[in-house]
Nanobody, 123 residues
Framework: QVQLVESGGGLVQAGGSLRLSCAAS????????MAWFRQAPGKEREFVAA????????YSTASVKGRFTISRGNPRTMVYLQMNSLQPEDTAVYYC????????????????WGQGTQVTVSS
């Protein structure tokens, strides 16, 4: 029903920036929430940010507020994560996710996932 394809990861120095992109192929519905999660080596996958269908409502976890911005593009099946002031602790595989309903921080609430893109931040 929904296929997600991510891009934009890479290797950057601390203090640098990256923009991740997620292209969603949607069949049968369009009113869905999209989000970014990340998973560092040896850690659980954690919530980063979410955005509703209109793009008017967003939520980001406290550790990235002021540095990361989630947004929808044109068409709204595109979603982006602009990451500024990157630090080594941001190193992780970043995943795009989607669900119907309201925004959520819970991994279990999302039923569609991308393949992940690696972000590595050096000191």
């Amino acid at each position: 029903q929904v296929q997600l394809v991510e891009s934009g990861g890479g290797l950057v120095q601390a203090g640098g920036s990256l923009r991740l992109s997620c292209a969603a192929s949607v069949r049968g519905f369009s009113n869905y929430v999209m989000a970014w999660f990340r998973q560092a080596p040896g850690k659980e996958r954690e919530f980063v940010a979410a955005i509703n269908w209109s793009g008017r409502s967003t939520y980001s976890t406290a550790s990235v507020k002021g540095r990361f911005t989630i947004s929808r593009g044109n068409p709204r099946t595109m979603v982006y994560l602009q990451m500024n002031s990157l630090q080594p602790e941001d190193t992780a595989v970043y995943y795009c996710a989607a669900r119907t309903g309201s925004t959520s921080q819970a991994r279990s609430d999302y039923n569609y996932w991308g393949q992940g893109t690696q972000v590595t931040v050096s000191s």
